[in-house]
């Protein structure tokens, strides 16, 4: 008995320290990541630090994200050119329609896709455990707010 409870702690342990039951929380750090883009290259979260960054996490299916993609672009378009980024970060598991989405809904802002829906490594990471979520994480990368508000992601870019 003893030997098995050992090993459950130990298992335990190791799940959590390889970050299988982290999720961010406020203060945490732009995790390193790396996901496929639109175009298919290659892009490290980490390479937006520097920058405020709204990190969106979204799917081609998921109709209030689809809503959401409409004042995100009006923000990315205002703001882009103020040290400020959104990154979108899709769920789909379909990269053809999440393609399609990106097109018809005037996407220009970066977007990354981890197509295994709410298993993907990432969404697990972050905790997004619903959609559309979104973290805005500050200049120096740390987590600041989690599903903020458009004034608050403003009045951050502002600072």
Do not use: H
Not at 46 to 72: E, H, I, M, Y
């Amino acid at each position: 008995m003893k030997f098995i409870y050992k090993l459950w702690v130990v298992t335990i342990l190791l799940l959590t320290m390889n970050g299988a039951y982290a999720q961010l929380k406020k203060g945490s750090i732009l995790p390193d990541i790396t996901l496929q883009n639109d175009k298919n290259v290659s892009v490290k979260l980490q390479s937006f630090k520097g920058k405020v960054v709204l990190v969106d996490f979204w799917a081609s299916w998921c109709l209030p994200c689809r809503k959401a993609n409409k004042s995100l672009v009006k923000l990315y378009d205002k703001y882009k050119s103020k040290n400020f980024e959104i990154v979108g970060i899709s769920i789909d598991t379909d990269k053809d329609k999440w393609l399609k989405a990106i097109k018809k809904d005037g996407l220009k802002n970066p977007q990354l896709i981890d197509p295994k829906g709410f298993d993907a490594r990432s969404a697990v990471l972050f905790g997004a455990d619903a959609l559309p979520a979104s973290y805005l994480f500050d200049s120096s990368g740390k987590l600041i707010a989690i599903n903020p508000t458009e004034a608050q992601i403003i009045s951050n870019i502002k600072k």
